[in-house]
């Protein structure tokens, strides 16, 4: 992981409150437009069920999503798994 994608990460952190198990990182920064796939993991649906809880009419993985955009210029898609 290089440095960029260690702040994203450490910065991902911050603003996630949610509970989570693991976070996994795949990117591809060398196009003109960069594109970060974030896979957060859970242990439970009940944890699932958080991220995509509507909050004013937004689920909160897009809240999320709209967050780390605003921070870094590239398109950022994440999606919530239950690890088994």
Known sequence: ???LEN???R???LINSLPY???KMATSL???MGIVVL???VKTMDEKYLYQKMINRKRVIDILN???SYMFPYVFLM???VKI
């Open 1 to 3: 992981m290089n440095k």
């Open 7 to 9: 702040i994203m990460l």
């Open 11 to 13: 910065y991902f952190e």
């Open 21 to 23: 198990d693991e976070v």
């Open 30 to 32: 060398m196009e003109p």
């Open 39 to 41: 896979t957060i993991y």
């Open 66 to 68: 709209g967050e780390m």
């Open 79 to 81: 999606k919530c798994k």
